[in-house]
């Protein structure tokens, strides 16, 4: 497991499968200062 980002610092580069989309780098596909990412697990 990763550390804890602390306010401030910098997000890790994740690349992510999407369905049926292909492919998102985070945070190299974001365009904008700001962003919210949201992890659903889906199936418990």
């Keep these: 497991m990763s ?3 602390d306010n401030g610092g ?3 580069d994740l ?3 999407i369905v049926g989309a292909g492919k998102l ?3 190299g596909d974001i365009n904008t ?3 919210l990412v949201l992890f659903y697990r ?3």
């Design 25 to 27: 780098s985070i945070p």
């Design 15 to 17: 690349e992510l499968s």
């Design 42 to 44: 889906g199936h418990w």
């Design 33 to 35: 200062p700001y962003a």
């Design 3 to 5: 550390d804890k980002i």
């Design 10 to 12: 910098q997000f890790p």
